[in-house]
């Protein structure tokens, strides 16, 4: 990997509005200078490396990622070790969906620039335990559309409540308002694309909250399970597991669902992309979201239904999920 004083191609630069908050030369800081055991998240930003002060500001207030949400983002599991060692899940298939997303939406994606400042965050974040990479772009400055780029990336601890909920959640079904197959050929609705705009995933969580459960659930209005609004769906009959088709529905290709199937491929377990009715889910043998960073959550109830649970089935999509089976 390149240091972190190699990202400064000249369309990177000056990137966001780092430049005008602190100098750049107090910007960028020397990896072994950041005690980030200490700290509880770390920012950095692409063509300045990480940030001294995680709470420093970074964007400026016409950045169109905050103003349209014109953005993407990407994320994934980092876990570290007693002795401060990171590894990162599924990195490069991650930074690939994510150079994806930036071509649906036609915004500029520097492959090499993206890997250096993920390797140098990776290596100043020594805080043990689980912790959540997120990656985002968006295109730049209202006044300089796209020229350049704002690249910022995250690392925090994972939330308490996605450790809780690989115990076993309780979903409810929410309407998306669209048929299961509204995406077909319509490029422009960027189906499958991990925008920044997921006001209404978020909207999605406070809705469940509201009606006292764990999580949400989507559903085509003609009547097809799609995904969670941060998870995939997997569910199982008998030794055959499936989940949700990518094509037409504009659900997210999960990197977590791949993994599984994989593995259980691997395994000789049947794997599939088919549409799934609620009350057929219902009637399923278990269910589960999956996504990087909770990674496997039964479902213990949708609606008013208990599903089917099976403790060492959920164990073994553990496995397949974390390439531990
Ligand atoms: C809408 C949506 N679907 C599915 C997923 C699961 O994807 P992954 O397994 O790659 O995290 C996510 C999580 O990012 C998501 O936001």
Redesign the pocket.
């Known amino acids: 990997m390149p240091p972190s004083s190699a990202l400064n191609a000249q369309e990177l630069q000056p990137t966001s509005c780092v430049d005008a908050v602190v100098p750049s030369s107090r910007t960028i800081r020397a990896v072994e200078a950041v005690a980030a055991s200490e700290i509880s998240q770390l920012v950095a930003v692409l063509g300045h490396g990480v940030i001294d002060d995680p709470d420093r500001p970074v964007l400026c207030a016409d950045d169109l990622g905050l103003t349209r949400g014109d953005g993407c983002f990407?994320?994934?599991r980092v876990v570290t070790d007693t002795d401060g060692t990171s590894r990162i899940d599924h990195l490069e298939t991650?930074l690939d969906?994510f150079a994806r997303s930036a071509a649906g939406l036609e915004i500029p994606f520097h492959s090499e620039a993206w890997r250096s400042l993920v390797a140098d965050a990776a290596a100043a974040w020594t805080r043990p335990g689980e912790a959540v990479l997120r990656v985002m772009l968006t295109r730049g400055r209202e006044a300089t559309p796209g020229d350049p780029v704002t690249g910022l990336l995250t690392i925090a601890p994972i939330h308490e409540s996605a450790l809780a909920g690989r115990a076993g959640i309780s979903v409810t079904t929410l309407d998306r308002g669209h048929a299961a197959d509204m995406f077909t050929e319509v490029s422009w609705l960027l189906g499958g694309i991990?925008t920044l705009s997921?006001a209404i995933?978020v909207a999605a969580g406070r809705e469940a909250r509201r009606r006292g459960v764990d999580d949400a659930l989507f559903v085509s209005s003609d009547g097809f399970a799609l995904?969670?609004?941060?998870?995939?769906l997997l569910w199982r009959f008998g030794d055959r597991l499936a989940t949700t088709p990518i094509d037409g529905t504009g659900?997210?290709?999960?990197?977590?669902?791949?993994?599984v199937f994989e593995h259980a491929a691997a395994e000789g377990v049947s794997v599939s992309y088919e549409l799934i009715t609620v009350d057929d889910l219902t009637g399923s043998d278990g269910a589960w979201l999956?996504?990087?960073?909770r990674l496997v959550a039964p479902i213990l109830q949708l609606d008013d239904v208990q599903l089917a649970s099976d403790p060492a089935f959920t164990e073994r999509v553990w496995g397949w999920a974390t390439g531990h089976s």
């Open positions: 990407d994320a994934t991650h969906r991990k997921y995933n995904e969670g609004p941060r998870a995939s659900i997210l290709a999960s990197i977590t669902q791949a993994v999956l996504s990087s960073g």
